[in-house]
């Protein structure tokens, strides 16, 4: 913010800057009185007795009057020039401008040598914008012989300098201030305004150094810190501002004008929460200033603080009162984000009511912008009040039934809708008015190809090749949907259209040639392609071959006028196409001429390394993996397969060596030294796989494979106490591992030390009787040695000791289990189920225990139990009822399970988990009818929250499409994703309608 100085201010410091009357025209020493001099003097003595009292007005009248009496007596010019001196003096005072000028310039006329009077009377005219007596009398001053005072020249060329700017000439007002400011450097307003004027011309860096000398006068002034702020900022030195603004708070901490243009300035740095912080501290001083509420709101939508962002806009809104269209739209959209990400229902319809009203006020602001109106559409569209978006665009097209953006938005509503018919009625309907409009067409055809409608959709481009045939585009989308629905004849012949069109373009005007060359060249490419492909899909290999290479060539020409890279994709076709005929060598020869073309590309490389491989040719394949990685950003991990290549085929030196001749700063990478083990490993080199490992677990102490590999290792070592120790720790951390414990078991067995094992297993029993994972293990251990009694011993002691503790029994159960003994655990799993009827997690693991045990019936028995057991709540029921039900359904028992399912509805009839599963019962059985009337109730019961209704309707919807009721299906599944936009059943039935049913096809 550039400090200005108001005429008033700019008056009243020249005024009283002003120097005295020149001591040349005080009154000379009295002569002997004439009677016209009594006369005179009696005037002005007269005169003077009224100023000595105060009365100016009446003494400047009596002096005017003195003037007058000595002018008809043709008094000397020293005598009016005496008076012309006092009216000066008391106008002076009295701040009468123009009584003051006239003052001023009796003197300069009767003493013409009085350059004082003249310098000021040069810069009050300039001042008034009297530019002529301005000049003249500056010119005067800095003409006079002998030269004037500094102060004097000063004056004029200050004169000269305001007489300059009034008239526009920045410039020559610039070069008038420095002289000024040379005569008088000591005055802070000469350097101001030469600071202004050097501004105007945009010569910063000396505009800067006048405005830092009015700093350096006057350093308590905010002016001369904020003008040279501002000369920064329009520098686009944005730091140098900010470091000005900071010193002038330092001075004046409550300065606005800094804080807001402080702030303003840390925006436009990205310093976002600086700037924050420095508006919310301009607002505690100015709270109703509608520019800083406006760009805080917008730092905070950049922030994503939308709630925050709306509070500010808001407050904008009001300061500026409601005529300001930017603020109400940025309020719109921040609204429409608040609405987005609202919590909750409630607080989304506030949004959406704020965001509306918002957008609302800037159309009255803004009639004219129908881009806000749109807007205001996308706002119902994005939060799911489609019909309300419908109605803005409906009402767009009832005043323009041509405007192609309101089409489009009804299009894009039905899309979302999954309603391809309304969209497609909408473009029709366009065409009504717009016959010859291409996008519409187009947009037709895509929504027939999105419907898998090919044939209606080439059909359509048909209709728009009528009116742009040399739409290269629209024949190929054509020829595509020939070669989707199954016609490729007629793809062909489309395609071979396209290659007659000349690539040159030299059927074209001149000024159009290179526009159409380029398309058409793109075409030919793409009909080649799809020539390809017709021919790939017929089998017809060589054929596909011989349209590829066309294109490689033609793409070769293209690639050498337009300096573009060639495409890979005919070369690899080729390339796979020769492997289809079994020619492998003339695959790698293809990729070869790739390779050439495209010196630095990796693919042609990484694509021949697996032909070279199934052609046995294993150093090829190395090397063509190397020239890979020479042309990649990551070059390691094609080293790393090419040894792990030589690693397949048993060629361990060779991965070896290779790995070794890596550069050092990739010989410490996790992948690398993981491919150095797994190689050392297979090699026999077992002690640097280890050695390799430890580097390896110190670079990624969490890889939990790492001491499964080294106790490995170890083991074939036959160095068993040191894999033991690596797998007692492994212990340690997983206590539970069933693995663990078959590991350590390996080793004693290498070691024949089985029964130390078992002995080993029985002592850690004792102090964990309720791990699960080392009762198996015991009995496998037991199995294994054919100590049958040892087990039953120690599981019959563990449950007579432990028999109160039901995890321990749960542990012995499912070990029993584990260890493939589920007779033994059954018994088990039955006691502790008895004597706890109300857990329900216990008969849960009875249950699968007979389902193990084959005995399904009975563990359907023991959920009827639990249904007639008292005391279980509703919910908990009601869960073990659809268990039971999910049991009878796997069991084939429909009819049952249905049952069950009703007497469930009948207890909770908006239970939505029941009423779907009721609903798969019914229709399994073939009750669609029961099940389409179960949806109606379900429908229209009282209770019935939105996600049950849409899914009732979707239930209903699927019924009638059982019964091939096609459009009452529709019906039902569009009233369901009106309820629940996006209701993935509702989707998934509309999807399947619309593979069950044409346009014009429904019943």
């Not at 060329?157 to 410039?171: D, I, K, S, V």
Request: contains cysteine; glycine residues 4%; hydrophobic residues 45%.
């Amino acid at each position: 913010m550039i400090f200005r100085r108001t005429n008033r201010r700019t008056l009243c410091t020249l005024l009283y800057t002003l120097l005295s009357v020149s001591s040349a025209h005080a009154a000379p020493a009295p002569p002997p009185l004439s009677p016209v001099n009594k006369k005179l003097a009696a005037l002005y003595n007269h005169a003077g007795a009224l100023l000595k009292k105060g009365r100016k007005t009446q003494a400047l009248t009596a002096f005017e009057n003195y003037i007058e009496t000595a002018g008809k007596l043709h008094a000397p010019s020293s005598m009016l020039v005496l008076g012309y001196a006092q009216v000066y003096n008391i106008a002076l005072q009295l701040h009468r401008l123009p009584v003051l000028m006239d003052a001023l310039q009796h003197i300069t006329t009767l003493a013409p040598q009085d350059m004082a009077a003249a310098a000021r009377l040069a810069q009050l005219a300039a001042f008034q914008q009297d530019s002529s007596l301005a000049t003249k009398m500056a010119l005067r001053v800095l003409a006079h012989k002998p030269a004037v005072s500094n102060l004097l020249r000063g004056d004029a060329e200050m004169a000269l300098g305001l007489t300059a700017t009034r008239q526009g000439n920045a410039a020559a007002a610039a070069d008038h201030y420095l002289q000024a400011a040379n005569c008088k450097p000591a005055d802070p307003q000469i350097h101001y305004d030469a600071a202004l004027s050097l501004l105007k011309i945009k010569k910063y860096a000396p505009a800067l150094a006048q405005a830092q000398k009015v700093i350096a006068l006057i350093p308590s002034d905010p002016g001369g810190y904020l003008l040279a702020a501002a000369i920064q900022q329009q520098a686009s030195d944005l730091q140098g501002a900010a470091a000005t603004y900071t010193a002038l708070l330092k001075k004046q901490p409550g300065s606005l004008p800094a804080l807001f243009n402080l702030a303003f300035i840390y925006q436009q740095l990205h310093l976002n929460q600086k700037a924050v912080s420095m508006y919310e501290k301009a607002l505690s001083r100015s709270p109703h200033n509608p520019g800083a509420h406006f760009n805080l709101g917008t730092l905070f939508y950049e922030e994503k603080n939308y709630p925050a962002a709306a509070a500010q806009f808001e407050q904008a809104n009001g300061a500026f009162g409601p005529k300001s269209p930017r603020v109400a739209i940025m309020q719109a959209q921040t609204e429409m984000q608040c609405a987005m990400n609202a919590p909750n229902i409630v607080a989304k319809e506030q949004c959406i009511l704020k965001s509306a009203k918002a957008f609302q006020t800037a159309q009255k602001l803004d009639p004219g912008n129908q881009k806000l109106v749109f807007q205001e559409a996308q706002l119902y569209a994005l939060t799911n009040h489609f019909h309300k978006a419908m109605a803005i665009y409906r009402g767009i097209l009832a005043h323009d039934p041509s405007n192609r953006s309101a089409v489009f938005g009804i299009s894009n509503l039905n899309i979302m809708l999954v309603n391809l018919q309304g969209a497609l009625q909408a473009w029709h309907d366009y065409l009504v008015h717009q016959p010859r409009d291409v996008v519409a067409y187009q947009q037709i055809a895509s929504l027939y190809e999105r419907s898998g409608l090919w044939q209606q959709a080439a059909d359509t481009y048909k209709k728009l090749l009528l009116i742009e045939p040399q739409d290269g585009d629209a024949v190929l989308a054509l020829a595509n949907d020939y070669v989707k629905s199954k016609q490729p004849q007629l793809a062909s012949e489309y395609y071979n259209n396209i290659l007659a069109l000349n690539a040159q373009a030299s059927d074209v005007p001149a000024n159009q040639r290179v526009i159409v060359r380029a398309n058409r060249q793109s075409w030919h490419l793409t009909a080649l392609q799809g020539l390809a492909d017709i021919a790939r899909t017929a089998k017809h290999y060589r054929k596909a071959i011989h349209y590829l290479h066309r294109a490689e060539q033609e793409d070769i020409t293209y690639e050498q006028i337009n300096h573009q890279q060639v495409r890979n994709t005919p070369y690899q076709e080729v390339a796979s196409l020769y492997l289809k005929l079994n020619a492998p060598q003339k695959a790698i020869d293809e990729l070869q001429k790739l390779a050439k073309l495209n010196p630095l590309d990796s693919t042609p490389w990484v694509l021949m390394s697996p032909i070279y491989e199934q052609m046995n040719q294993i150093p090829q394949a190395v090397q063509a993996l190397q020239k890979a990685g020479e042309r990649d950003k990551t070059p390691l991990r094609y080293s790393l397969e090419a040894a792990a290549l030589y690693q397949k085929y048993g060629e361990y030196p060779q991965a070896l060596s290779l790995l070794q001749t890596l550069p050092n700063k990739y010989q410490s990478d996790p992948d690398f030294l993981q491919t150095e083990a797994n190689i050392q490993e297979a090699a026999g080199k077992e002690d640097d796989a280890l050695a390799t490992l430890t580097k390896l677990q110190k670079l990624r102490p969490w890889f939990q494979w790492i001491p499964d590999k080294q106790a490995a290792i170890l083991t074939h070592l036959k160095r068993y106490q040191d894999a033991l120790a690596i797998r007692l720790q492994q212990l340690k951390q997983h206590p539970d591992s069933q693995q663990t414990y078959a590991d350590i078991g390996h080793i004693y067995s290498l070691q024949n030390q089985n029964s130390q094992y078992l002995q080993w297993l029985q002592t850690r029993l004792q102090a964990s009787p309720a791990n699960s994972s080392l009762i198996a293990a015991f009995l496998d251990a037991c199995a294994i040695q054919k100590q049958p009694d040892t087990a039953g011993r120690v599981i019959g002691a563990i449950e007579k000791q432990y028999a109160a503790k039901q995890n321990v029994m749960i542990a012995v159960a499912n070990a029993l289990q584990a260890a493939g003994q589920p007779q033994k655990a059954l018994p088990l799993l039955k006691r502790l189920a008895n004597a706890n009827p109300s857990n329900i997690n216990l008969q849960n693991r009875y249950v699968s225990a007979l389902d193990a045990a084959g005995e399904q019936a009975q563990g359907n028995a023991v959920y009827t139990a639990l249904l007639a057991a008292p005391g279980i709540a509703l919910p908990k029921q009601q869960a073990l009822r659809l268990q039971l039900i999910s049991r009878l359904q796997n069991q084939n028992k429909l009819s049952l399970a249905a049952r069950l399912a009703q007497q469930a509805l009948a207890l909770d009839p908006i239970n939505p988990d029941i009423f779907h599963t009721l609903a798969t019962l019914l229709n399994q059985q073939g009750h669609v009818q029961q099940m389409i009337d179960l949806a109606k109730q379900t429908f229209h019961h009282a209770g019935a929250a939105k996600p049950l209704q849409a899914m009732a309707l979707s239930v209903e919807g699927a019924g009638y499409l059982e019964q091939h009721n096609i459009a009452e299906a529709r019906v039902k599944y569009n009233a369901a994703l009106k309820l629940f936009p996006g209701y993935p059943p509702a989707l998934d039935g509309i999807q399947r309608l619309n593979q069950a049913a044409k346009p014009g096809q429904e019943k």
